[in-house]
């Protein structure tokens, strides 16, 4: 198939978790024999921070504006078998409605935020979709599974809302074996929503036991946190720092968006990244997150410091090693970049069928 993907950013990972995912989608669809062209709108933070200025798999073409994606790009989005546009594109909504009206193939969202999209749809101040773009979508790729889906179909009309999570490459993901440097880590940009999480499951533990040697890498934190002594920080981190710095990390935490733990069913990037990395991941609790692991044996669920403290001090190095293997091996059964594309293919062929 020919397909066009307009996405945040595929150059840079600075400050977002899309870069790492159209990355990976973009290598399997090229290596099942696909056409891909990328658009990403040049922007100045990105283009200040690009780790991949040159993508190695199919097209990537930066344009400027709305009207040099019309006038570059419009043939192609014409005549693509699927054009994709993806979540907090800028100027989304007038891009869509173009994309909706020009593509003569099926015309797909992809929504890597959908609670975020969806509340701020609900307030009236979504940049990037509008309600009544929803149904012009003839596919709605959602982050979020379970009941969200009914939503998206039966509220906002979707004709086609199908799951569709974040995956990750294994080959960007191998098992490294280096000197554990940390026992409690994560790695995130800085959410105001998500920081009461990481406060109490890394930052009042480390507060609670100063021994502890623990790290945060992520940009964009605010100055007047209070960052207990023994919690390193690290600004950011290229994608392709990422294993080794997992695999230096007894645990490593995950913390979620409030409003993808209102929704559940909605695993980040960061969680299968680093459950990949075989590093056993401490979890915040949202419904659905036992259809992704199984808790104890694949991923630790803590609710309060008193939790992390716990699985810090009793989990055995073998039990430790033990569960950071499942994980990794529940995410390459289900979750890699592959198992993603030949999805995108099914969905997308049913969505002829159905025209």
Known sequence: MRIVILGLSITSSWGNGHATNYRALMRALTERGHDVLFLERDMPWYAAQR????????????????????????????????????????????????VTATARGVPVFYDIDTPVTLAALQRGDCAYLAPQLVPAY?????????????????????????????????????????????DLGYLGTYSPDRQPALERLLLEPA?????????VAGPQYPDEIDWPSNVQRIEHLAPAEHPAFYAAQRFTVNVTRADMVAAGWSPSVRLFEAAACAVPVISDDWDGIETFFAAGSEILIAC???????????ISEPARRAIGRRARERVLAGHTAKARAAELERTIEEAVTRA
């Open 304 to 314: 309060e410091p008193r939790d992390v403290l716990l699985a810090l001090a009793n």
């Open 51 to 98: 780790d991949l200025p040159q993508p190695p798999w199919g097209t990537t073409r930066l344009y400027g504006s709305l009207d040099e994606l019309r006038a570059r790009h419009g043939d192609a989005v014409r005549d693509a078998d699927a054009v994709i546009v993806g979540s907090y594109v800028p100027d989304g909504i007038a891009a869509g409605e173009w």
């Open 207 to 215: 507060r609670r036991e100063p021994s502890l040697r623990c790290v």
């Open 138 to 182: 003839r596919v709605y790729l959602s982050f979020t599974g379970g009941p969200t889906l009914r939503r998206i179909e039966d509220e906002l009309g979707s004709p086609c809302a199908r799951a569709f999570h974040c995956l990750v490459d294994p080959d960007a993901y191998p098992l490294l074996d280096v000197p554990l440097r940390w």
